[in-house]
């Protein structure tokens, strides 16, 4: 954890106060850190991210099926995989600054892990999990619906991105616009992307993923963040 994020500072941020402070430190913890300070197998936050996974995505299914009576089986099942894919997790992330508070190794933190939107991710269904355990499945519900599904409008700007931000700019706006490969980092079992999208020279979002469609995916999401403060949408 940085200087200032403490476990205290988070469970005021998130508003619940754990019983078991073992499990929410196991769910910000990396398995980098454990190898590092040879803890036993088992206290990172792998098991607490399968768990939280599970969690959300019952909570999600119900919340759909109740709020989208008018939707198809498909069309619910489409919109629960864009509100709790890897980018949406990670954006409802960052806004707990929950990297700021995970312990990571040194490996990882020098290569930029606490900005990585594939472990900030993993976190977030980590810690649904650890509240799971803790309280069980109200206070879990709660936590979701707080973080997760609220700002419907906004987080449902990922519902198919990519064919949205094509619409939109080739459709209404009649110009053009590409994706670029910036770099790719990691080691080649473990590659995130980084790509942008820009429209006619102008850069409109950046993204970053463990495939370059994933990356794709975040930027466009964050192109049409930044179209809609102009207006265009």
């Known amino acids: 954890m940085l200087d200032g994020y403490t476990m205290e500072t988070l469970e005021e941020r998130i508003g619940y106060h754990f ?33 939280g996974d599970a969690v959300l995505e ?19 099942t489409k919109m629960r995989a864009s509100m709790v894919c890897e980018p949406a997790l990670a954006f409802c992330a960052k806004d707990l600054e929950l990297g700021e508070f995970m ?20 976190v977030m269904e980590a810690l649904i999990g650890a509240v799971y355990l803790d309280g069980g499945m109200e206070p879990a519900r709660t936590f979701i ?17 990519k064919s949205n931000l094509q619409e939109l700019i080739q ?7 590409s994706y670029e490969l910036l770099s790719e980092s ?3 079992h473990d590659k995130i992307f980084h790509v942008l999208v820009c429209m006619e020279g102008e850069t409109l979002g950046t993204g970053e993923g463990k495939t370059k469609k994933a990356a794709e995916q975040q930027a466009a999401y964050k192109a049409l963040l930044f179209l809609r403060e102009r207006e265009c949408i």
């Open 103 to 122: 312990l990571l190794g040194r490996g990882e933190e020098n290569t930029g892990g606490r900005r990585r939107d594939s472990l900030t991710s993993d």
């Open 58 to 76: 019952v909570v999600t299914s119900e919340f759909l099926y109740h709020e989208y009576e008018e939707m198809s089986e498909g069309e619910l």
């Open 186 to 188: 990691g080691p080649e």
């Open 145 to 161: 619906n707080r973080f997760i599904l609220s700002d419907l409008e906004d987080k449902q700007l990922f519902y198919d991105s």
């Open 171 to 177: 459709g209404r706006l009649k110009k053009e616009f």
């Open 19 to 51: 019983r078991d402070h073992a499990l929410l430190k196991q769910a910000l913890t990396h398995s980098s850190f454990t190898n590092e300070q040879k803890i036993r197998k088992g206290k990172n936050y792998e098991r607490l991210e399968f768990l």
